[in-house]
């Protein structure tokens, strides 16, 4: 199943937006969809993560309260609902599908383009 984000832009600080991360095909229920970012220079970091059987969300702090992370198991498709942007939360952002939450896939796991995310101060 390969994994295709979209979504970004350009907001201002205070902002939403929401990205789409959808799957080629139906996901197996052991699967665990993440969303990770990156900003150039810096390591890929764990922002959001959900369940694919039964949904079960997790988050990191720096976004708890701030991003929702949901499934559309008709569309195959996870979304990042992310309000009260920061500028910081300007970065690229990724999905990519693990077995755990939060865990990075392996070196040779394909990560595609991402989504950049820009958020104005």
């Known amino acids: 199943v390969q994994l295709q984000a979209s979504g970004g832009g350009l907001v201002q600080a205070g902002g939403s937006l929401r990205l789409s991360c959808a799957a080629s095909g139906r996901p197996f229920s052991s699967t665990v969809i993440n969303w990770f970012r990156q900003d150039p220079g810096k390591e890929r970091e764990f922002v959001a993560a959900?369940?694919?059987?039964?949904?079960?969300?997790y988050y990191a702090d720096s976004v708890k309260g701030r991003f929702t992370i949901s499934r559309d198991t008709a569309k195959n498709t996870v979304y990042l609902q992310m309000t009260s942007l920061k500028p910081e939360d300007t970065a690229t952002y990724y999905c990519a599908r693990t077995t755990t939450p939060g865990d990075k896939p392996g070196p040779s796991y394909y990560w595609g383009q991402g989504t950049l995310v820009t958020v104005s101060s």
């Open positions: 959900i369940r694919w059987g039964g949904g079960r969300t």
